[in-house]
C-alpha cells in the first residue's frame, strides 16, 4: 500500500520561508519522479513543482517560479520544498505525489493515492 506522508507546514508571516517534507513508503519511489501540489479553499488542487528521478530536473508552475525549490533524496524516499519569500495567497493544504514518467516541460501527473497534506498558512 502506497503511502505519502507530508509534514512541516504552519503559521509564518508574508516574506517567511517553510520546508515541507514528503516521506513516500510501500512503493516504487526512488525511479519515479515526485512533485508538489496545493490546494486552497475553495479551489481545485493545483501543481506546485516537481523533480526527476535522480533531481537532475524540476519544474515550477510559474505562480512560484524562483520561490520555491524543490529537491529529493532519492536513498530515503524524500522529496522536499523550500518555500521563500512567502506570500498570502500560497495558503493551502500541500500535498506530494509521483508520476510515472517525467514530463518535459509540463506538469507532473499525480499517480498515486493521496496523503493527508500539510497546511501552509501564510498571514499578512
Known amino acids: 500500500q502506497v503511502q505519502l506522508v507530508e509534514s512541516g507546514g504552519g503559521l509564518v508571516q508574508v516574506g517567511g520561508s517553510l520546508r515541507l517534507s514528503c516521506v513516500a513508503s510501500g512503493g516504487a519511489f526512488s525511479t519515479y519522479p515526485m512533485g508538489w501540489f496545493r490546494q486552497a479553499p475553495g479551489k481545485e488542487r493545483e501543481f506546485v513543482a516537481s523533480v526527476s528521478w535522480n533531481g537532475g530536473s524540476t519544474y515550477y508552475a510559474d505562480s512560484v517560479k524562483g520561490r520555491f525549490t524543490i529537491s529529493r533524496n532519492t536513498a530515503k524516499n524524500t522529496v522536499f520544498l523550500q518555500m521563500n519569500s512567502l506570500k498570502p495567497e500560497d495558503t493551502a493544504v500541500y500535498y506530494c505525489?509521483?508520476?510515472?514518467?517525467?514530463?518535459?516541460?509540463?506538469?507532473?501527473?499525480?499517480?498515486?493515492?493521496w496523503g493527508q497534506g500539510t497546511q501552509v498558512t501564510v498571514s499578512s
Open positions: 505525489n509521483r508520476d510515472t514518467r517525467w514530463r518535459i516541460n509540463a506538469p507532473l501527473i499525480p499517480q498515486s493515492s
